[in-house]
């Protein structure tokens, strides 16, 4: 069983700065890739970025130049740096973890940790 731990969330004015973890635990034989996702109130899960295994990085729109996602695999841990943060970022933020195991890719996700960006 893999299991995802997330810290880092909080309360931050617009404009402040935020760094998420999340720390993957348990077996698996590669990690294909790392992903955060946000779910605000009344609003479907969206993807906010994501890191595959070779480095290759996808950002949502509204995060691209704000948002740094960074992973380091030998610690089996992702990162997300958010800086210039608004209001509108407010949401529940989860990890998402990939990994190959048994010839098949196989999906985690972490309990989330809040985020709050006051105006």
């Known amino acids: 069983q893999v299991q995802l731990v997330e810290s880092g969330g909080g309360s931050v004015q617009a404009g402040g700065s935020l760094t998420l973890s999340c720390v993957a635990s348990?077996?698996?034989?590669?990690?294909?890739?790392f992903a955060w996702y946000r779910q605000a109130p009344g609003k479907e899960r969206e993807l906010v970025a994501r890191?595959?295994?070779?480095?290759?990085?996808r950002y949502a729109d509204y995060v691209k130049g704000r948002f740094t996602i960074s992973r380091d695999f030998t610690w089996h841990t992702a990162y997300l740096r958010m800086n210039s943060l608004k209001p509108q970022d407010t949401a529940v933020y989860y990890c998402?973890?990939?990994?190959?195991?048994?010839?098949?890719?196989?999906?985690?996700w972490g309990r989330g940790t809040q985020v709050t960006v006051s105006s």
């Open positions: 998402n973890f990939e990994v190959w195991r048994s010839g098949r890719i196989l999906e985690y």
């Open positions: 348990g077996r698996w034989d590669s990690i294909n890739g």
């Open positions: 890191v595959d295994a070779d480095d290759t990085t």
